[in-house]
């Protein structure tokens, strides 16, 4: 059998490798056609990898998007916007990815981002608060979080 990433699979072997893949850790549909498309496999036979795929559960992009954005929110602490955004870079229906942020829970999503804006306040000089205000809301937004939960936190936070 060939190492993954060589070209020109037959569909047996193809199906052989992806199915370890998938085994192994969570991947999306659109990554899994990626694969195939590299390896050279017809898209008539990639349409019934997937099938097949699917169907045994190997793949399923509500899982992958679930766990996607339960791990960027607790391991990389990303916001809604930035999680969605990356799931729309993988394809995935709109639907998908609006259910997986809704699993998120409000309460862990607010108190981690007030926990990172505090923690980002004790690191920053100290400045004015419209300096400060600004800062926090630049750094809060590059993660991806909604305008007006950030502004809410930093009220909160710089008027304590």
Do not use: Q
Not at 49 to 64: A, C, M, N, Q, S
Not at 97 to 107: F, P, R, V
Not at 115 to 126: G, T
């Amino acid at each position: 059998m060939k190492k993954p990433g060589s070209n020109n699979y037959t569909k047996k072997e193809a199906l052989s490798v992806i199915t370890r893949i998938c085994s192994k850790k969570e991947i999306c549909s659109t990554e899994v056609i990626e694969k195939l498309a590299n390896w050279g496999i017809s898209d008539s036979d990639t349409n019934e990898i997937i099938d097949y795929l699917l169907k045994e559960k190997f793949v399923d992009d509500v899982r992958y998007a679930t766990h996607y954005a339960s791990d960027k929110f607790r391991f990389n602490k990303w916001g809604k916007y930035k999680i969605a955004n990356a799931l729309k870079l993988k394809r995935l229906p709109e639907y998908i990815i609006t259910g997986a942020l809704d699993l998120l829970s409000k309460d862990d999503y607010r108190l981690l981002l007030k926990e990172e804006l505090a923690k980002k306040i004790r690191n920053l000089p100290k400045t004015s608060t419209y300096e400060l205000k600004g800062k926090l809301y630049r750094f809060a937004a590059s993660r991806g979080y909604e305008n007006d939960l950030i502004m809410d936190l930093l009220n909160e936070l710089l008027n304590e």
